[in-house]
């Protein structure tokens, strides 16, 4: 099983960045999936999270009406669309689902300035 998350960067304040999670090594169309972000010196939280089939999605508080997670099965791919960013936001993102047991990306990192 492998989870590689891509598309962080350096975003002014306000920018908007696309994270992308791939998946190899299960059947991907059958499990939920995560965003979560985890910034210096603070616990790993919940960003995001899609059901298979794509039919609910969560936020947290902090990125509703900014953040839009979907997926793309055909591609075993997972999206985080981020718009509005602001230098909170600043993370490392992961990418997460549980399949046997837990299963976690090694991350991207999304840096906002002010």
């Not at 790993?44 to 059901?51: C, F, G, K, M, Y």
């Not at 609910?56 to 075993?76: P, W």
């Not at 689902?97 to 999304?110: K, N």
């Amino acid at each position: 099983v492998q989870l590689v998350e891509s598309g962080g960067g350096l975003v002014q304040s306000g920018g908007s960045l696309r994270l992308s999670c791939v998946a190899s090594g299960f059947t991907f169309s059958r499990f939920g999936m995560s965003w979560y972000r985890q910034a210096p010196g603070k616990e790993r939280e919940l960003v995001a999270h899609i059901s298979s089939g794509g039919y609910t999605t969560n936020y947290a508080d902090a990125v509703k009406g900014r953040f839009t997670i979907s997926r793309d099965d055909a591609k075993n791919a997972v999206i985080l669309q981020m718009s509005s960013l602001k230098p909170e936001d600043t993370a490392m993102y992961y990418c997460r689902t549980f399949y046997i047991r837990e299963r976690w990306g090694r991350g991207t990192q999304v840096t906002v300035s002010s």
